[in-house]
C-alpha cells in the first residue's frame, strides 16, 4: 500500500462523515475508512445549524491521520448533501449561523418566488424537483429576515465548497452541487442570472460554475503545516447523490438507480434535461451529473425515517433483529406518503407516523412490528410508484434496479421492492458516495480512460449481489 498512490475521499452526511483512502491494486479499486466523526444539527438563535467550525476541525483531524498512517493522498475531494450553504463578506468570514434545510424558516417562501415567477415557467428554465428547502427558498427567507446580510455578501458557497474555500483560500463553485439550488439553468448549465436579477438576488456572489475533476489548488501553507503534508485539494461531485451515481457499476441504459441513505435517490442518468410540464407534474428533477451528464431522478425521504424510529425504540436491536420485526408485522396495512414534510424533522417519528395514518381515516401502528413494517411498505410502494412514473414519462422499460448507497444493504427492504417492482434489483456497493470521489480524482489522474472504463472497474472490485 505504501507504494501505491493514493486517493482521499472525505464523504460527510447529515450524520456522521468519514475519511476513505483508495487505490489501485491489480486493477481493481481498493478503499479504507481510516477516520469516522459525527455531524449533527444544533440549535442556535431558534434556528436548526450546521456547525462548520466543528466539520472543518474533524477534517483537518482526517487527513491529520493520514500523516500518522504515512498514507499521503495524491488529492484530496470533499462531498456532502446539497442545499446548504455559506454567504462570505469581503473578509470571507461566515456572516450569520449556517440554517440547515431541515429548519423551518423556508415555511411560504415558495408563494414569495411564485410572485416573481410562476411555479411552472420556473421548472421550465431548471427542470429541478420542487422542495422547500432548496436554496433558492432559503435565499428568499434570507431576504426577507435578514436582507443585510445578502448586502454584505461577496460569495456564495455551498457547505464542500466552503470547506475547500478553508482548506485552499480558493473560494470555487462546483457543478453539481450548484443545481440543487434551483438557481442554474438546465440548458446553458450555468447560474441563471436573469432569474436571480428578478429575484432580487445578488449576481456577483455567484462564481464560475467548475466541473468534477478541477483542481481547487494545494493546501495553503498554514494548512499544510496543520496536517503534516502538502496535497491538492480536487473537485468531486461536490453533491453526495452526484458521487453516488458515478459508482453505479452498469453501463447499461436499462438500468434505474436507487441511491438508498438517510435520503434516497431514484433515477436514471440522461444526457438531455427534461423540463417539461410533464415532468414537472411528476415532480422529477434534473440534477447536474459528472460530465454535463443530467441526474433524472425523485428525491424521496429514505432512511431517515427507519433511523428515527430506531432511536425511539427502548430496545436497541441488530439489523438482522429488526428484519425479524418488519416481518412480523406484514399483517399490517396502513401505509403513508413517506415524502409528507411532517416528516422532515418531527420531534417523535412514532407520533407522526401515528398522526398521518389517523388524519388519513387509517389503522395506527402500535407495536414496534406495525410501525417498521409501516414505513418499510411505504417506502416501497413509493420506489415502485416512481418506477412506474419514469417508464411513463421516459416511455421506456427498464429492467433492473441497481441500489447503492449503505440503504443497500438492508435486506427486508430490498426483498420488497423485489415484490413491488417486479425488477432484477442488484445491491451494491455499499460505499457508492466515496467511491464516485475517489472516481473522479483517479479520472483527473488519468487512472481511467473515462467513466465506463471506471464503472467496469468498480463493478469488478466491490460486492454487487443480485437480490433474490
Request: glycine letters at 8%; charged letters at 25%.
Amino acid at each position: 500500500m505504501s507504494e501505491q498512490t493514493c486517493y482521499l475521499a472525505i464523504d460527510i452526511g447529515a450524520s456522521s462523515g468519514r475519511h476513505i483512502l483508495g487505490w489501485m491494486d491489480k486493477g481493481k479499486m481498493r478503499i479504507e475508512e481510516i477516520y469516522r466523526f459525527e455531524n449533527k444539527l444544533v440549535k442556535q438563535n431558534g434556528h436548526l445549524c450546521w456547525d462548520l467550525d466543528h466539520l472543518f476541525h474533524e477534517v483537518v483531524a482526517g487527513l491529520r491521520k493520514c500523516k500518522e498512517l504515512n498514507r499521503v493522498p495524491a488529492s484530496v475531494g470533499i462531498d456532502t448533501w446539497g442545499v446548504d450553504f455559506v454567504l462570505l463578506d469581503r473578509n470571507g468570514n461566515v456572516i450569520g449561523n449556517t440554517v440547515a434545510y431541515r429548519d423551518g424558516r423556508t415555511k411560504g417562501m415558495d408563494e414569495e418566488v411564485y410572485k416573481v415567477i410562476p411555479e411552472a415557467k420556473l421548472y421550465s428554465r431548471n427542470g429541478i424537483q420542487k422542495q422547500l428547502f432548496n436554496s433558492i427558498y432559503q435565499l428568499m427567507a434570507i431576504k426577507q429576515e435578514t436582507p443585510q446580510a445578502l448586502e454584505k455578501a461577496e460569495r456564495f458557497l455551498m457547505i464542500p465548497e466552503y470547506l475547500n474555500y478553508r482548506l485552499t483560500g480558493v473560494a470555487m463553485n462546483e457543478y453539481t452541487n450548484a443545481t440543487t439550488s434551483q438557481l442554474v439553468n438546465a440548458q446553458t448549465q450555468d447560474w441563471d442570472y436573469e432569474l436571480l436579477e428578478m429575484l432580487g438576488l445578488p449576481t456577483k456572489i455567484f462564481g464560475k460554475l467548475n466541473m468534477p475533476k478541477a483542481l481547487v489548488g494545494p493546501l495553503s501553507g498554514e494548512m499544510a503545516e496543520r496536517v503534516g503534508f502538502q496535497t491538492n485539494v480536487v473537485l468531486p461531485a461536490t453533491h453526495d447523490t452526484g458521487s453516488a451515481v458515478m459508482a453505479v457499476p452498469t453501463n447499461s441504459d436499462d438500468s434505474i438507480y436507487l441511491s438508498s441513505g438517510t435520503w434516497s435517490l431514484m433515477g436514471i442518468e440522461r444526457l438531455i434535461p427534461d423540463c417539461t410540464e410533464t415532468s414537472r407534474q411528476h415532480n422529477f428533477t434534473n440534477e447536474g451529473g459528472y460530465h454535463h451528464r443530467y441526474r433524472y431522478l425523485k428525491n424521496i425521504m429514505g432512511m431517515w425515517m427507519m433511523q428515527n424510529l430506531r432511536r425511539e425504540f427502548k430496545h436497541k436491536y441488530t439489523f438482522e433483529e429488526l428484519y425479524e420485526l418488519a416481518h412480523i408485522g406484514r399483517y399490517f396495512t396502513s401505509t403513508v406518503n413517506v415524502n409528507d414534510e411532517s416528516f422532515l424533522a418531527p420531534e417523535s417519528m412514532i407520533r407522526a407516523v401515528q398522526a398521518y395514518c389517523e388524519k388519513t381515516g387509517q389503522e395506527k401502528p402500535e407495536t414496534e412490528c406495525e410501525l417498521l413494517y409501516c414505513i418499510y411498505k411505504s417506502l416501497a410502494n413509493c420506489y415502485a410508484e416512481t418506477v412506474s412514473e419514469i417508464q411513463e414519462v421516459t416511455g421506456r422499460v427498464f429492467d433492473t434496479i441497481h441500489v447503492v448507497g449503505g440503504g443497500c444493504q438492508d435486506k427486508f427492504l430490498n426483498h420488497l421492492l423485489v415484490e413491488t417492482t417486479g425488477k432484477e434489483v442488484y445491491a451494491g456497493p455499499v460505499e457508492a458516495t466515496a467511491i464516485g470521489n475517489l472516481m473522479a480524482q483517479m479520472l483527473r489522474d488519468k487512472v481511467f480512460k473515462d467513466l465506463p472504463a471506471a464503472r467496469q472497474v468498480v463493478a469488478k472490485s466491490f460486492d454487487v449481489k443480485r437480490v433474490e
